[in-house]
């Protein structure tokens, strides 16, 4: 077994849509400054104009599924490219409120469907010994977009743009987003799908291209495995053998977004304005939450296997709780709020190598087979629908109560996860998928 350029290759691309995820989601957070001034919007409005495009990543996680099987996943990511595209200018030409909220779901439907649509291609291609690391590059992507997203409101907040800043910081999306769409046209298909397209002689070229050792015998475990998934798709999930795994998915999205994870990511810098940062300095403690992000994905992905899921997801609930609560209090007494970025941004760190890390390996592990994409699509929802809601919410919360209020709802929350993971929470690693499926059936 060989990494091979053409795998190499199309993995890096199918991860360029990560990049483009992070990027797009969190790249709003150097504009509600502006956007409220220009577009004179009130609180509910701005928590509206964030969480409209989460609203597009739900609609686009539901629909990306069926469209990759239908037309085959590299197809659906070039809709997914041209989405982005399209979103990214838009946005910057923007001549209304209206017309930046449409743009800005349409970025949303492409960020939703590349989340779902990049992984499962590169598992598709990538052989059994590589796929572990080469989808979780996919993720390492999504949070580089995040770090890029900050540096690059910072680089175009020093070029003294004046009224026209949010026009740019949105629209500079559209140079990543051409390079995805160009490059995939440089990439195959999978060999899955083209075994559902009965293009038999083109999968096993692909498979020799992907550097299989036995590319016969992986097609027929490929068709045994569309045979099988075929007979799968009557299966409901909504069964009482299954309560704890569907507790379960729900509660980890759940808990993920109560934590005011995203919050704090598309409100950096009104949050640091609010510590008494000034206008540049704002953008620029932002670049170290991407890098705290960075750098606790990255230690939470070497220790996933080694410690644990359950105990992982226990030392991020009890650090992110100490995070949050001395940022409410901080707040709430209106002293030492200088302490306040460097607080967030071992938070962030504390997040990203626990719960940020768990949560999608959790999910995949937890339900059957017969179920387990009917059940990722759940925890999907309860994630990116409490997303929505967070983010629409979060500046509304601080007009009508403080600064401090959704800070105390955060750490609350936490603390109320801690529990629940302690009592509830099975740990699933060291355990193969069927010994699982036995022990979490009731």
Same mark, same amino acid.
Request: proline share 3%; net charge positive; glycine share 12%.
């Given at each position: 077994?060989?990494?091979?350029?053409?795998? #190499?290759?199309?993995?890096?691309?199918?991860?360029?849509?990560?990049?483009?995820?992070? /990027?797009?989601?969190?790249?709003?957070?150097?504009?509600?400054?502006?956007?409220?001034?220009?577009?004179?919007?009130?609180?509910?409005?701005?928590?509206?104009?964030?969480?409209?495009?989460?609203?597009?990543?739900?609609?686009?996680?539901?629909? @990306?599924?069926?469209?990759?099987? &239908?037309?085959?996943? &590299? +197809?659906?990511? &070039?809709?997914?490219?041209?989405?982005?595209?399209?979103?990214?200018?838009?946005?910057?030409?923007?001549?209304?409120?209206?017309?930046?909220?449409? %743009? &800005? %779901?349409?970025?949303?439907? !492409? $960020?939703?469907?590349?989340?779902?649509?990049?992984?499962?291609?590169?598992?598709?291609?990538?052989? @059994?010994?590589?796929?572990?690391?080469?989808?979780?590059?996919?993720?390492?992507?999504?949070?580089?977009? $995040?770090? #890029?997203?900050?540096?690059?409101?910072?680089?175009?907040?020093?070029?003294?743009?004046?009224?026209?800043?949010?026009?740019?910081?949105?629209? $500079?999306?559209?140079?990543? @987003?051409?390079?995805? /769409?160009?490059?995939?046209?440089?990439?195959?298909?999978?060999?899955?799908?083209?075994?559902?397209? +009965?293009?038999?002689?083109?999968?096993?070229?692909?498979?020799?291209?992907?550097?299989?050792?036995?590319?016969?015998?992986?097609?027929?475990?490929?068709?045994?495995?569309?045979?099988?998934?075929?007979?799968?798709?009557?299966?409901?999930? %909504?069964?009482?053998?299954?309560?704890?795994?569907? #507790?379960?998915?729900?509660?980890?999205?759940? /808990?993920?977004?109560?934590?005011?994870?995203?919050?704090?990511?598309?409100?950096? +810098?009104?949050?640091?304005?609010?510590?008494?940062?000034?206008?540049?300095?704002?953008?620029?403690?932002?670049?170290?939450?991407?890098?705290?992000?960075?750098?606790?994905?990255?230690?939470?992905?070497?220790?996933?296997?080694?410690?644990?899921?359950?105990?992982?997801?226990?030392?991020?609930?009890?650090?992110?709780?100490?995070?949050?609560?001395?940022?409410?209090?901080?707040? +709430?007494?209106?002293?030492?709020?200088?302490?306040?970025?460097?607080?967030l941004v071992t938070f962030i760190c504390l997040f990203s190598l626990s719960q940020g890390a768990v949560i999608w390996v959790y999910i995949s592990e937890i339900f059957p087979t017969r179920v387990r994409s009917k059940g990722q699509?759940?925890?999907?929802?309860?994630?990116?629908?409490?997303?929505?809601?967070?983010?629409?919410? %979060?500046?509304?919360?601080?007009?009508?109560f403080s600064r401090s209020a959704p800070f105390y709802f955060f750490a609350a929350m936490t603390a109320l996860q801690f529990f629940v993971v302690l009592f509830i929470y099975p740990e699933t690693k060291g355990a193969t998928l069927?010994?699982?499926?036995?022990?979490?059936? !009731?």
């Open positions: 077994m060989r990494m091979t350029s053409s795998l #190499f290759r199309s993995t890096a691309v199918g991860a360029l849509g990560g990049l483009l995820f992070g /990027f797009d989601t969190v790249v709003i957070s150097g504009t509600t400054g502006q956007l409220t001034q220009v577009f004179h919007l009130t609180p509910q409005s701005l928590g509206l104009t964030v969480s409209i495009a989460l609203w597009g990543t739900v609609i686009g996680c539901i629909f @990306a599924g069926p469209i990759g099987q &239908r037309i085959g996943g &590299r +197809n659906a990511l &070039r809709i997914m490219g041209a989405l982005y595209i399209l979103s990214a200018i838009g946005c910057a030409v923007a001549w209304s409120w209206p017309i930046l909220m449409i %743009f &800005r %779901f349409i970025g949303g439907l !492409g $960020i939703g469907g590349s989340s779902v649509l990049g992984p499962v291609y590169i598992a598709e291609l990538a052989p @059994a010994k590589w796929r572990g690391r080469l989808v979780g590059a996919f993720q390492v992507n999504v949070v580089l977009g $995040i770090l #890029f997203a900050y540096i690059s409101n910072w680089w175009i907040a020093r070029l003294g743009l004046g009224v026209t800043e949010w026009r740019w910081q949105l629209g $500079i999306a559209v140079v990543p @987003a051409l390079l995805f /769409f160009i490059l995939l046209y440089t990439i195959p298909h999978s060999s899955r799908f083209l075994i559902t397209q +009965n293009s038999v002689e083109d999968a096993l070229s692909v498979l020799r291209m992907m550097g299989s050792d036995d590319p016969q015998q992986e097609m027929a475990e490929i068709q045994a495995s569309l045979r099988s998934e075929h007979l799968q798709k009557s299966e409901p999930l %909504f069964q009482k053998s299954l309560r704890l795994p569907i #507790f379960l998915a729900i509660t980890i999205g759940l /808990f993920n977004q109560f934590s005011g994870i995203n919050a704090i990511l598309y409100y950096a +810098n009104d949050i640091f304005a609010a510590a008494g940062l000034s206008r540049l300095s704002t953008f620029s403690q932002s670049i170290y939450i991407g890098l705290a992000n960075l750098v606790g994905t990255t230690i939470g992905m070497a220790l996933i296997d080694k410690i644990g899921r359950k105990l992982l997801l226990l030392i991020g609930a009890a650090g992110t709780f100490c995070c949050l609560l001395s940022t409410a209090i901080i707040f +709430n007494s209106g002293t030492n709020q200088g302490r306040v970025v460097w607080i699509s759940l925890g999907g929802s309860a994630h990116w629908v409490s997303d929505a809601f967070i983010a629409a919410l %979060f500046p509304v919360a601080v007009a009508q069927e010994q699982l499926q036995a022990r979490l059936q !009731g």
